[in-house]
């Protein structure tokens, strides 16, 4: 399943609501999902959606964008919905994460963690914070069961990255108050956004924490770390090294967007100019260094699009990730589109090119 959030743009034409708060939606896409649920501005009221889709709110009069990963978080097996709060109006580093199973199985969003990354405190607040929006990933690092929560500041933060763990270390889940694993700065000095993401190696392996810088940078920067779980607390200013360090676009200057598949496969996106995905393959040999190699290129048929969102997710079930792509502008409508790799190369799936999560004006993202 994908998860286009919404938000409404300036330019929205007047016929539609400009109030509302950024909305989710949850799209069935194969057998194996199961009916979403709507949920009102307030999130006391279930509407269950036999159409297998459905929109709610993830944070109540907040009207800016939303940013989405999922991650099983409780340790249920079953994978949570983590939502940011990005740029816009009343942003202030806000987390809140969604029970998978809940909705998945008794067609509820239940909140199970709320808490603001970017505080005057090194650790989860309850107190409002950074305005400059948050990007987030997941995946569980340590291999202990339960997801991490990455997250990864907007412009002027200085690229602080942090780890945010839900295990109390006996099994238990910590919920809106989880302890800090990791805090660096990935891009020391960089005032520009950061976005994140994380990277499965395979062959059993942990997975990989991956950063890539936003527009102001000499050239675009893909960083990729290990053992991103017991990083620690580093010093404003002091470099944590990379095990890999990729310029995809040498002399582009603008910012990226990044998602992390299975198997090594990492897709990497211009911001502005052409509407294309790389795919980049890592390897990481016994005892030698690691490597980003570059393989297909696809153009997504977006037109000059003003930012690209990427997302991965096993759409058709064939154990090979599929490249979920979104395009936004002024008074675009947001078209999302879907791309195979069963065949090694980057094909659109039938039926999911171009569809629109909510045939609105304006952004999208996918997770």
Do not use: C
Not at 3 to 14: I, L
């Amino acid at each position: 399943m994908i998860w286009p959030f919404r938000r409404r743009d300036s330019d929205t034409p007047s016929s539609l609501p400009r109030s509302r708060p950024a909305q989710l939606r949850i799209e069935s896409l194969e057998d194996r999902s199961v009916p979403a649920v709507v949920v009102s501005a307030t999130g006391t009221n279930f509407f269950p959606n036999p159409f297998g889709g459905g929109p709610f709110f993830p944070f109540d009069n907040f009207t800016g964008t939303v940013r989405s990963a999922s991650g099983d978080v409780n340790g249920d097996g079953v994978a949570d919905i983590i939502t940011a709060q990005g740029v816009g109006t009343g942003s202030a580093s806000r987390i809140r994460i969604f029970d998978g199973a809940s909705s998945r199985f008794q067609s509820r969003a239940v909140v199970i963690a709320d808490f603001y990354a970017y505080s005057n405190v090194p650790d989860a607040s309850q107190t409002p914070g950074f305005a400059g929006g948050v990007f987030v990933a997941s995946a569980d690092l340590n291999g202990d069961g339960f997801a991490e929560v990455i997250t990864s500041p907007g412009t002027g933060a200085s690229g602080h990255l942090k780890v945010f763990n839900f295990n109390n270390g006996a099994g238990g889940f910590l919920g809106s108050a989880p302890s800090l694993r990791a805090s660096f700065f990935a891009y020391p000095g960089f005032l520009g956004e950061i976005r994140v993401a994380t990277l499965d190696p395979g062959s059993g392996q942990l997975p990989l924490l991956v950063t890539a810088s936003g527009a102001g940078t000499t050239q675009s920067d893909i960083r990729l770390y290990t053992n991103a779980f017991n990083i620690g607390s580093v010093a404003s200013g002091t470099l944590v090294v990379p095990a890999v360090q990729m310029f995809p676009y040498p002399g582009y200057l603008g910012g990226v967007s990044i998602a992390g598949g299975n198997a090594g496969r990492l897709f990497v996106s211009p911001n502005v100019g052409q509407a294309q995905v790389t795919e980049f393959d890592l390897n990481a040999p016994v005892g030698g260094p690691m490597t980003l190699s570059p393989g297909v290129t696809l153009s997504t048929g977006f037109n000059a699009p003003s930012d690209a969102r990427l997302g991965v997710s096993d759409v058709n079930g064939d154990n090979v990730p599929d490249v979920l792509t979104s395009s936004i502008g002024k008074n675009a409508t947001g078209a999302i589109s879907i791309f195979s790799l069963s065949t090694d190369a980057l094909s659109p799936l039938t039926g999911l090119f171009g569809f629109q999560g909510f045939g609105f004006f304006g952004d999208s993202w996918v997770g």
